[in-house]
Nanobody, 117 residues
Framework: QVQLVESGGGLVQAGGSLRLSCAASISIFSSSTMGWYRQPPGKQRELVATILPFGGRTTYADSVKGRFTISRDFRGNKADLQMNDLKPEDTGRYYC??????????WGKGTLVTVSS
């Protein structure tokens, strides 16, 4: 059973920083694509960033480019999201996502990020 556990959310003022972390319970973490998504209040879930397993190529939503950085720690089976210069529109529940090479898709329960103006 795959488990993804997010941590690091909280309340921060605009301009501040937070670091989210996602711990995966599987050994195939190293061959899986990791991603962070978010769901703002009253809106649909949207992609924030992804990182490929081989080579570490990253993609970002235009709204977070230059402010957020996704990374992965293969030894700890973790994928982090460093968020800098946070804005009120970054508020939402942030979800960790893992997609295996076989196309299996897994989600964490999410962690809440609130950015006050």
């Amino acid at each position: 059973q795959v488990q993804l556990v997010e941590s690091g959310g909280g309340l921060v003022q605009a301009g501040g920083s937070l670091r989210l972390s996602c711990a995966a319970s599987i050994s195939i973490f190293s061959s899986s694509t990791m991603g962070w998504y978010r769901q703002p209040p009253g809106k649909q879930r949207e992609l924030v960033a992804t990182i490929l397993p081989f080579g570490g190529r990253t993609t970002y939503a235009d709204s977070v480019k230059g402010r957020f950085t996704i990374s992965r720690d293969f030894r700890g089976n973790k994928a982090d999201l460093q968020m800098n210069d946070l804005k009120p529109e970054d508020t939402g529940r942030y979800y960790c996502n893992l997609v295996t090479q076989q196309g299996m898709d897994y989600w964490g329960k999410g962690t809440l990020v609130t950015v006050s103006s």
